[in-house]
């Protein structure tokens, strides 16, 4: 069967509306969660991150919100630009050294 | 300042050839990683090395070794390539236990195994 992972989930947004990108975490016990922004043919991109002791944390027309009781953690980025096309996915760690990554939402930005 | 450094961007690799991908950071960061990243999935931990002298496997390391060479330079080697490693490879690295600890990446090397 078609494996889930090789289609990623498609956020089109108007230019100059909000976008909200939303992400499961896994691990109940992780405290420390990013938010990366990739755009083709470049390396991952720090956009804003939280800590679990947090629910709320904003950036430069960015805001993290975490919702630990569900898991759940989402981007929302105000007045979405062309620019901010790209693939957004988050990152959860659990005092360790490594990462759990999502596999991403890709963002367009329509004119 | 450059950040993370990786070399080669690009590499086309015959099966059972070897070859080293390189990475460097400038940072004065502890830990460094190496990461793959296939079409729709999230990136995977291949190995890590948590400070200078020490390597982990992480979540797919067969197939791979690496070489921590000193507190900038973190090797991913490749003895005898197969297809399934075609991916792309990211280098990442951090400095835990500042209070700053997210993962700064490099550009990518983008690997294809014939």
């Known amino acids: 069967g078609e494996s889930v992972g090789l289609h990623l989930p498609t956020l089109s947004v108007q230019e100059g509306d909000n976008s909200i990108i939303n992400c499961a975490y896994s691990?109940?016990?992780?405290?420390?969660f990013i938010w990366y922004k990739q755009e083709s043919g470049k390396g991952p991109q720090f956009i804003i991150d939280i800590r679990s002791n947090m629910d709320k944390r904003q950036g430069q027309r960015v805001t993290v919100l975490l919702n630990k009781t569900v898991k759940h953690l989402s981007l929302q980025i105000a007045a979405t630009q062309p620019g901010d096309s790209a693939v957004y996915f988050c990152?959860?760690?659990?005092?360790?050294?490594?990462?759990?990554f999502g596999p991403g939402t890709r963002l367009s930005v329509l004119p | 300042n450059a950040g993370v450094t990786q070399t080669p961007k690009f590499q086309v690799l015959k099966t059972g050839q070897s070859m080293t991908l390189q990475c460097a950071q400038d940072?004065?960061?502890?830990?460094m990683y190496w990461y793959r990243q296939d079409p729709g999935m999230g990136l995977r931990l291949i190995y890590y090395?948590?400070?200078?002298?020490?390597?982990d496997k992480g979540e797919v390391p067969n197939g791979y070794n690496v070489s921590r060479l000193n507190k900038r330079e973190f090797s991913l080697r490749l003895e005898s390539a197969a297809p399934s490693q075609t991916s792309v490879y990211f280098c990442a690295s951090r400095k835990p236990g500042t209070g700053n600890e997210k993962l700064f990446f490099g550009s990518g090397t983008q690997l294809s195994v014939l």
């Open positions: 090395s948590a400070s200078e002298g020490t390597t």
């Open positions: 940072m004065n960061h502890n830990s």
């Open positions: 691990n109940s016990a992780s405290d420390y």
């Open positions: 990152a959860e760690n659990n005092y360790g050294q490594n990462f759990v």
